[in-house]
């Protein structure tokens, strides 16, 4: 039984291992099995746009162009896209927490509201999540991206407007 603690072998690379087996005879058998770790898709990017708006207001376009799958270039490829639910982006993976946007799915962009971002300007950190056929993933650098709320009209009706406006887009 041969076992390799979480997180040992890198992607991307091959390793090889000297099993040697001896049965009740004492005969001995050696073979050299070669494993090549699967490599997570690469190459793209993410794109944001706008990157200033308003929380559930506007539309914000996300797009993901260029991952690809370095082993199989025509393998499927899911697309995730998530923001953080803190500021602290750069702080680590214990740290920080990130939210879904949308399930896993081979669509390389979506459109989609956003909530309100963090602190007066209203910041958010959006990220893509990719995924190959096989499991390995990665994710993109995230973008920053400026959600604040609007001030709700002061008159009933202008408020009506406004959330009509709002369950219309």
Request: charged share 15%; glycine share 8%; hydrophobic share 35%.
């Amino acid at each position: 039984k041969v076992i390799i603690a979480p997180n040992m072998l890198q992607s991307g690379y091959s390793y090889g291992f000297s099993l040697t087996f001896a049965d009740s005879c004492g005969r001995a058998t050696s073979f050299l099995p070669i494993i090549r770790m699967n490599s997570p898709p690469s190459g793209g990017h993410l794109i944001v746009t706008p990157t200033v708006g308003f929380a559930l207001e506007t539309l914000f376009q996300l797009a993901a162009p260029g991952w690809a799958d370095p082993e199989i270039p025509e393998s499927t490829i899911t697309y995730q896209f998530v923001y953080y639910e803190n500021r602290l982006a750069n702080s680590g993976a214990s740290t920080r927490k990130l939210v879904q946007i949308n399930l896993p799915t081979e669509m390389t962009s979506c459109v989609t509201h956003l909530p309100e971002g963090f602190g007066e300007d209203g910041l958010l950190h959006v990220s893509v999540v990719v995924s190959d056929e096989s499991g390995a993933t990665d994710e993109s650098a995230f973008q920053t991206v400026y959600v604040i709320s609007r001030e709700l009209p002061k008159s009933g009706s202008a408020q009506e407007a406004h959330y009509e406006r709002i369950i219309k887009d």
